[in-house]
């Protein structure tokens, strides 16, 4: 169960989630000791609840009387937030339909934190994910880093760290954020659907992350996810053709698909070093070096970054040439 209960009044108001508490904790500690740092930089992998637990902080420290360390739910500043009219505080994203958040829209969070606070406290910005800016935001972003005004604090949520400019994270602080145990998962996740499907199916596909695996259950993907597995064991056997899939998969969004690609290799690479014998992954385990599964591993995180980033404006070109290098990877003589 989500670890903060708010009043009726403001049932809008976000949440974080049990396994986040000792990030929380130490950032409730900082807030209560006016220690807070003007930049925070909250990383960890998508669909552990990042963005809730960004929101849920942003709110906490916009509170007036915030109780056992969570926004009280009752004041003006909570009212207003539950109600999304916040004046002091800011969401930065992507906009509808884009993948890159824009030096414009980086510029006005600037001039918002140089303001004086509307309602006499502090001045939150929410900027998710920090790596959907471009190279011209990123640069805007810098000023406003290097001369924080007072009482504002800058929420920056990725998922990758190092494909920040490093000098963005010389200047905030880092918290990672981990993804939960399997039975804390499972737990949580059966405690929201019940079992009425199996939570260790779907905590499969998410590779761990249970906000994920919600997604996959509400979306109705997971058909959709076996036969991709399928797909992709048969590539990387050498059992289907790389042109052939990328048309197959070419209907489908191509983010969710490179991220997935991405969290595929990433799980081969812990069933490799585990040495499972049981996984349904044996038959591609036996002939997929460590090596090999490392340089897949890098590839499809590259593609993945190249597409957030706008490099690649041709989605069926890109997943093209990402499963013909895979292919191509699979079949090299890597120790």
């Known amino acids: ?27 409730a500690d900082l807030l209560r000791t006016d220690r807070l740092p003007h930049a925070i930089l909250l990383s960890g992998a998508g669909g552990i609840g990042k963005f809730q637990f960004g929101r849920a902080l942003a709110q906490t420290i916009l509170c007036e009387a915030p109780r056992q360390t969570l926004a009280c739910g009752q004041c003006r500043h909570c009212q207003l937030n539950a109600a999304g009219s916040h ?17 414009d829209q980086v510029r006005t969070v600037a001039h918002f934190v140089s303001q004086t606070s509307q309602q006499g406290g502090y001045k939150v910005a929410l900027i998710a994910p920090a790596e959907a800016m471009n190279l011209n935001a990123t640069n805007a972003l810098l000023k406003t880093l290097e001369e924080p005004t007072e009482r504002t604090v800058l929420i920056l949520l990725t998922e990758s760290p190092g494909s ?28 929201v659907i019940g079992d009425r499907v199996n939570a260790d199916e779907l905590l499969k596909f998410a590779d761990g992350r249970p906000l994920k695996a919600l997604q996959i259950y509400e979306s109705g993907d997971l058909d959709a996810l076996k036969s991709m ?42 069933l490799k070093m585990s040495g499972d014998s049981a996984s349904v992954w044996q038959p591609v385990l036996e002939s997929l070096s460590l090596s090999k599964a490392y340089v897949l591993y890098d590839k499809t995180l590259e593609s993945l970054v190249q597409f957030r980033r706008g490099h690649n404006p041709n989605k069926q070109l890109l997943l093209e040439d990402l499963l013909l290098d895979i292919s191509r990877i699979s079949k090299l003589n890597l120790l």
């Open 87 to 103: 004046p002091d505080f800011k969401t930065l994203a992507p906009e509808e339909g884009a993948r890159q958040i824009k030096i």
């Open 164 to 191: 920040l400019l490093a000098t963005v994270r010389s200047r905030c602080q880092l918290f990672p954020m981990q993804t939960p145990g399997l039975d804390h998962a499972k737990d949580w996740l059966q405690s």
């Open 1 to 27: 169960m989500v670890r903060v209960v708010v009043a009726e009044a403001s049932r809008t108001l976000a949440v974080h989630y049990p396994w986040h508490a000792s990030v929380w904790d130490r950032l």
């Open 229 to 270: 597995e399928t797909d992709l064991q048969a590539l990387l056997t050498g059992r289907t053709n790389a042109i052939r899939l990328s048309e197959q998969w070419g209907q489908r969004d191509i983010e969710s698909i490179l991220a997935w690609l991405s969290s595929q290799v990433s799980s081969l690479i812990k």
